[in-house]
């Protein structure tokens, strides 16, 4: 796919997919985790703060950036974020 915005979109979307996938499977928003390294922690990063169904588990994003001039976006309301 490459780098860049839309391949981050695509990622973050992706990830949005699999998160809800494992909602219908019946397992509780918060004991759902997202993680990534480099590249790929740019992106769980952006999904797991931008997921807008339910507040998640937690991310884990390792040797990574927060990807773009505007940084990552900001966590949902009610979430604790350490960045």
Do not use: K, N, W
């Amino acid at each position: 796919v490459g780098v860049g915005p839309s391949a981050m979109g695509l990622g973050v979307a992706y990830c949005h997919h699999l998160i809800r996938e494992e909602l219908q499977r019946g397992v509780a928003s918060r004991r759902i985790f997202v993680g990534g390294f480099s590249q790929g922690g740019c992106v769980a990063a952006r999904a797991a703060l931008s997921f807008p169904d339910a507040p998640l588990g937690g991310c884990v994003a390792a040797s990574t950036f927060a990807g773009g001039p505007g940084g990552p976006p900001p966590p949902p309301r009610g979430a604790r974020s350490h960045l």
